[in-house]
């Protein structure tokens, strides 16, 4: 038969706002129609589910607050079926389950675990007392489930766990990526970091805090990147338009919108590129690709207006590797001669199938394609370099820009014969 939970209104008030009843109710053991009811009952608000969406993605919320009530106390029956967990009630997967994860925790090469260990741990870390024989019949169920699990014939000391989902040299990796990346925010980069680090054993989970000082200071203020990435993709599955407000940083650094009428488009894909993410899509007036920084983005919803087609011949992956500096403007093929010390940067900036030819007088001549504006200004910057020989309306504006520097007229300069 079930027993009976006795709580503090307020304390059950407290959890549900921290975590979803769900999980309050499978931590004591309660049927969440029956914890939902009795919130009903007594008068305790349950926040919808965007409340833990937002939350979980590092957003602020406000949560409700509880009403007033005579009752202070309340009475929840338990699952009759979870009543008195006991080790003997414990199945053999159970234990499996439980060593597996104590494996994850404190074992690799270095640390090998012996039987007594083990039995230690599930008594510690689950209060389970288990004979070495159930530690012998887990470690064969692990087996014959593909985990790689080395024997103590083996190895002659014990068990580990002797690979894994990410190995450390990956997960350091993918930890450099989060801290790097600008359109992620320091709060929601910690977070990741922290679930990454679960792939380690406990002992070699540690916080790299040079890469956090260095990446930090240039992170993202906004913290619906997330929410925004999940929201495009399920508007770009269900070719939906969708609305929001874009930003930029005034002098203050805070993020503001550039006009009052939100923007309204129709998503076709979102690719990362120089360290940020961007959204492909066109907008309401026009047919042409524009490209936004999804970093920006905020206050996004899906309407109900069915998305404009897709441009014909738009490939996400050619239109990624066309658009320098990620600039949407008309595509041209532009012939640059460039010093053969920029042989790095060209191959770096446009890939390995760019052509190349050699002048044979320390030039070489690269044949790229890429956007308007972001060949203009890629040109600039490498101005010492690089000079754009094609086409001559590309080779006007680079000139025209030199032309418009802030540091006026040059000695010497002869801008027309550039």
């Avoid at 047919?287 to 899906?302: A, E, L, M």
Wanted: hydrophobic share 35%; proline share 3%; glycine share 4%.
């Amino acid at each position: 038969m079930s027993e009976k939970l006795k709580i503090s209104r307020k304390k059950l008030f407290d959890e549900i706002i921290n975590e979803a009843p769900t999980k309050v109710a499978a931590r004591y053991d309660i049927s969440y129609q029956k914890l939902k009811a009795a919130c009903v009952e007594h008068n305790i608000p349950i926040p919808p589910q965007s409340y833990y969406r937002d939350k979980r993605n590092g957003l602020d919320v406000t949560a409700p607050t509880l009403p007033d009530s005579e009752v202070n106390t309340i009475e929840l029956d338990t699952i009759e079926h979870r009543e008195n967990k006991t080790t003997a009630q414990l199945t053999n997967k159970a234990n499996t389950l439980c060593i597996l994860q104590i494996l994850r925790d404190y074992s690799d090469c270095d640390r090998i675990l012996t039987t007594s260990e083990i039995i230690e741990k599930m008594a510690t870390l689950y209060g389970l007392h288990i004979t070495r024989r159930t530690v012998y019949s887990c470690m064969a169920i692990l087996i014959d489930m593909n985990f790689d699990v080395s024997l103590y014939e083996d190895n002659g000391k014990g068990y580990y766990l002797d690979s894994r989902e990410l190995e450390q040299s990956e997960i350091r990796l993918l930890m450099d990526c989060v801290y790097s990346n600008t359109a992620v925010s320091a709060r929601q980069s910690e977070q990741l970091i922290e679930k990454l680090q679960n792939f380690l054993p406990e002992y070699k989970r540690r916080r790299y805090k040079h890469l956090s000082i260095v990446g930090t200071k240039r992170k993202t203020p906004n913290k619906e990147v997330f929410l925004n990435i999940e929201l495009l993709d399920e508007a770009i599955t269900k070719k939906k338009k969708v609305e929001f407000e874009y930003t930029n940083y005034n002098l203050k650094k805070e993020l503001v919108a550039r006009r009052t009428k939100p923007y309204k488009v129709s998503p076709y894909a979102m690719v990362a590129s120089n360290d940020g993410y961007y959204l492909f899509c066109c907008s309401e007036w026009y047919d042409n690709i524009s490209i936004y920084r999804i970093d920006k983005i905020r206050k996004i919803r899906i309407t109900d207006e069915k998305a404009k087609p897709k441009p014909t011949g738009f490939e996400p992956a050619k239109y990624t590797d066309e658009s320098v500096l990620m600039y949407s403007s008309e595509r041209v093929e532009a012939r640059l001669r460039c010093d053969n010390s920029m042989l790095g940067d060209v191959i770096d900036k446009f890939g390995s199938n760019v052509k190349l030819y050699d002048n044979d007088d320390e030039t070489f001549t690269a044949v790229v394609k890429g956007a308007f504006d972001g060949l203009k200004i890629w040109a600039v910057h490498y101005l010492d370099a690089c000079e754009v020989v094609a086409p001559q309306e590309l080779r006007d504006a680079v000139v025209e820009m030199i032309k418009k520097n802030k540091y006026g007229e040059l000695n010497g300069s002869n801008y027309e014969k550039a």
